[in-house]
């Protein structure tokens, strides 16, 4: 597609996102050209736009709702492709005939019925639970969807690449996947909420794992942070008391669990959505070696999970564990205190986290146009630990709440650093797309990271030229 193929393409879907549009079944709203794979009859979330011509396979990534909006009980426009555990989430949360659902197998490469010949491999997306990046691989042979952009390739012999992304956390894994790595990709069908250098948030593992360790440490009692106030770590008045020497200087030591004079077990509760964020609530309770309770139409929905492990985590009784999971907006001030009115008596005092990328701010005097190279080498030098945790405004001793700036979406660095270490001819954003404004900014990146690219080959880095990482889960 020529560049003002390309732009035309682009105004075309931003008129048919417009809000006041009223869809009926005779003026049904019409797909943008970035929900239809090229030549192929395959579309990918693009359940709000009921039946698209030319389309007979529609894949899922994941079961949020964003991405199955209008997929219903009522469905029959054609089978739905999607993982496993989304397929039992669909089931059970939208009561979709199970005659439309059809899940394969993650990790192995499967023939795409009625797809004139298309291959697909489901690779684990790094997002919620069930959520998978789609690998399509084949011929282009038909004009499917609703643009008036038509591809050339159609009928050609010609083979084509498309990976498609949805929503993930991008990681080294991705890369080195035995589907993706050392092939060209054509199309990259790209998530990109957070593509803006302020959203260099900390790798996921090491928020995950300094939940666990801040969770252990204040249950146990320990003293979390040595010396008050050492080495810059944040306070967190109310959990300790300072007992001055004769030197005029604090020990921080905690309160083990003795609250206006009530003695009892402290609760770790963590807010998630509907689906997802569920490896944090694992990691706290393994290392709290407890029980993890919730309501039981969210424990529905975790047995839809296939995660034999969480599923043996849990119990119907909330006073023998030592983790609740909440709705992620129960984790403020107000009504936390109402949630925990509900356990009086029982436990002393409560840890709220509340993960969430939102919760990220960059620092102060953070440049907005870096380097490429600068990025990677900041942000690879990015730890995280239970001292970089906050307790948020309106903690108390009894109550004390958690921003956690976790989320299960890139970051601007894991983006730039997933973008250099492959083979790629085009990038489609997926997110933040509705306005030319924001598209342009999109653009600016994708140029620099082509740029880079070719930097990085010319320099020997190797064909792909692969950014090396830290480990196989983060950079």
Request: a positive charge; charged letters at 25%; glycine letters at 8%.
């Amino acid at each position: 597609m020529s560049s003002h193929a390309e732009n035309s393409a682009w105004q075309e879907a931003q008129e048919n996102e417009d809000r006041n549009f009223k869809p009926t079944k005779a003026n049904r709203r019409r797909a943008p050209f970035y929900k239809v794979l090229q030549g192929m009859p395959i579309s990918v979330d693009a359940f709000r736009y009921g039946a698209i011509p030319g389309v007979n396979a529609y894949f899922l990534t994941h079961a949020h709702s964003d991405h199955y909006t209008n997929l219903s009980s009522n469905w029959k426009h054609g089978p739905i492709y999607c993982s496993e555990t989304t397929a039992n989430l669909v089931i059970h949360m939208l009561d979709v005939d199970k005659q439309w659902v059809h899940p394969l197998p993650m990790d192995q490469t499967v023939t795409v019925p009625n797809s004139g010949g298309v291959k697909v491999t489901l690779i684990e997306a790094n997002h919620c639970p069930g959520s998978c990046l789609f690998l399509f691989e084949g011929p282009q042979t038909v004009n499917a969807g609703d643009s008036q952009f038509k591809s050339p390739y159609v009928g050609s012999s010609r083979a084509f690449r498309y990976l498609h992304c949805g929503d993930f956390r991008a990681c080294p894994q991705h890369i080195l996947h035995p589907a993706v790595r050392g092939k060209k990709i054509d199309h990259v069908y790209l998530d990109t909420t957070y593509l803006d250098p302020k959203y260099c948030f900390p790798p996921q593992p090491l928020v995950i794992a300094a939940c666990a360790d801040l969770a252990k440490r204040i249950v146990n009692g320990e003293d979390i942070y040595g010396e008050a106030g050492s080495n810059g770590a944040p306070s967190i008045q109310g959990w300790v008391t300072t007992n001055g020497d004769e030197k005029g200087k604090g020990k921080a030591t905690c309160v083990k669990n003795e609250v206006e004079g009530k003695t009892g077990k402290t609760l770790v509760v963590v807010g998630t959505y509907s689906i997802g964020k569920e490896r944090i609530v694992k990691e706290i309770a393994k290392a709290l070696d407890t029980k993890i309770y919730c309501d039981p139409r969210k424990k529905a929905i975790l047995q839809c999970e296939s995660d034999p492990e969480l599923h043996t985590m849990l119990t119907n009784d909330p006073l023998n564990a030592g983790v609740h999971i909440v709705p992620l907006g129960m984790i403020n001030s107000d009504k936390f205190q109402t949630y925990m009115d509900r356990w009086d008596g029982h436990f002393a005092k409560a840890v709220g986290f509340r993960p969430t990328g939102w919760t990220y701010t960059p620092p102060a005097g953070t440049d907005q146009s870096p380097s490429i190279p600068f990025i990677i080498a900041r942000d690879q030098k990015r730890t995280f630990t239970c001292m970089h945790l906050k307790p948020m405004r309106n903690s108390t001793p009894k109550l004390m709440l958690y921003g956690v700036p976790y989320s299960e979406h890139s970051s601007f660095f894991e983006l730039t650093c997933f973008a250099l270490s492959f083979e790629w001819v085009k990038m489609i954003a997926t997110v933040n797309v509705g306005s030319q404004n924001s598209r342009a900014k999109i653009a600016r990146w994708v140029e620099k990271w082509e740029a880079e690219k070719r930097k990085r080959r010319k320099e020997g880095n190797g064909k792909d030229g692969m950014v090396p990482f830290r480990r196989t889960d983060y950079w």
